[in-house]
């Protein structure tokens, strides 16, 4: 009696010590859940963006940097926006320029379909890797160059893609 | 001794058999020459594209379709952490183009200017700001290389920290505690030099926990 006790307490015990495994969801980017725009409806199934589309985007965002097209490009979701234009136009020299040097793997996190007069258009939102060296003269030191590796999180529109 | 050789030597063509029959490809030898015709060099490893995920140059060329983009964005990839770059953001920004004066060469550059530094950095100081007095100029530094720095500022804790003058600097008083916040004027010397500094430091940012940022207001020679 005494045995089948001390057996019962022991598996109580054991039944609270347990607990149901949870899902601990993985935190990301806000922009990643904010939506593409507004009237865009999902796609059925993704379209591939194809790799020159993802490259040459990141070739422009090299072009636009440091210069006045550079806050057109910032979505006005970009965490401080103001601050970073701020800084741009306050201390970087004018011959500053940004370079890409790779592009890596890119994944495409959602995608949606807004109608358009001029034919439907598809605004992807990309994950990108790229990395980049920003190069500028300093009259005392010379040429310099920073390099860095970050991920790129852009929208891409492509007009008349689905006429 | 007869013996064991022979058998040394049974053993070694038994393994040289096994080899063949496995690892050799029929018409190749059996250690590659050298580099094949048309192969990148061994130490480039594979061709850029044959694995997923591996970095690839970029190539430029020509859309069919019009696009247009948007950046939402731009943070450091894990691996990059804090000595990458990051070409979008102002902290970056403001430390690259700050700390190494490049909008002049000479002169006042630290007037007006700010530097953001990280506090979690190992060691210290933590920044400083340089003086030269042969050509009075002046630049902002980080922590690697401000124990060169005409004023230093070291052991930033929750509501205050301690500034003073570098090696070859006098004034301040010697070891100040500052306050967050607080805009203070001090004067410091080296030779016949003197040189007023107003400067304010300021804590983190619940946006920016790890970061403060030093302000100069003026540097009066």
């Known amino acids: 009696m005494l045995a089948f006790l001390l057996i019962l307490v022991f598996t109580v015990i054991k039944t609270h010590a347990q607990e149901c495994r949870r899902i601990q969801p993985i935190k990301s980017p806000d922009a990643v859940e904010a939506p593409l725009a507004e009237g865009v409806r999902a796609v059925k199934e993704q379209i591939p963006v194809d790799r020159q589309t993802v490259e040459k985007t990141m070739q422009k965002i090299a072009e636009s940097w440091n210069t006045p097209e550079m806050s057109k490009k910032l979505a006005n979701s970009f965490y401080e926006k103001d601050r970073l234009m701020d800084s741009m136009n306050g201390n970087a020299p004018v011959d500053a320029r940004l370079r890409i040097l790779s592009v890596g793997s890119y994944r495409l996190i959602n995608q949606g379909i807004k109608s358009d007069p001029g034919g439907d258009l598809l605004i992807s939102r990309i994950s990108v890797i790229a990395k980049t060296q920003i190069e500028y003269n300093n009259p005392t030191n010379g040429f310099q160059r920073r390099q860095g590796e970050q991920e790129y999180i852009i929208k891409i529109t492509q007009k008349g893609f689905l006429k | ?221």
């Open chain 2, 1 to 221: 001794m007869a013996r064991k050789k022979s058998s040394y030597k049974a053993a070694l063509e038994e393994l040289k058999k096994e080899y063949r029959k496995w690892c050799v490809v029929a018409g190749k030898p059996i250690i590659p020459a050298g580099i094949e015709q048309g192969q990148p060099p061994w130490d480039l490893g594979q061709p850029p594209g044959d694995l997923p995920g591996e970095m690839q140059l970029v190539r430029t060329p020509g859309l069919d379709g019009e696009f247009s983009y948007e950046i939402e964005q731009v943070i450091n990839t894990w691996y990059s952490g804090s000595t990458g770059t990051n070409p979008f953001s102002w902290v970056d920004i403001n430390g690259i183009f700050t700390t190494t004066g490049s909008r002049s060469g000479s002169g006042d550059q630290c007037s007006g200017k700010s530097m953001v530094f990280d506090t979690t950095a190992p060691g210290g100081p933590y920044a400083g700001i340089v003086l030269n007095e042969t050509t009075r100029s002046c630049s902002l530094v980080n922590f690697s290389s401000s124990s060169s720095s005409s004023v230093y500022f070291n052991s930033l804790i929750t509501n205050n920290y301690q500034y003073g003058p570098g090696a070859g600097w006098s004034g301040g008083p010697v070891v100040s505690t500052g306050v967050y916040g607080t805009t203070y004027v001090k004067t410091y010397s080296k030779g016949s030099n003197t040189v007023g500094i107003s400067f304010k430091v300021t804590n983190n940012t619940p946006a920016n926990p790890n970061n403060a940022v030093l302000n100069v207001n003026s540097v009066n020679w």
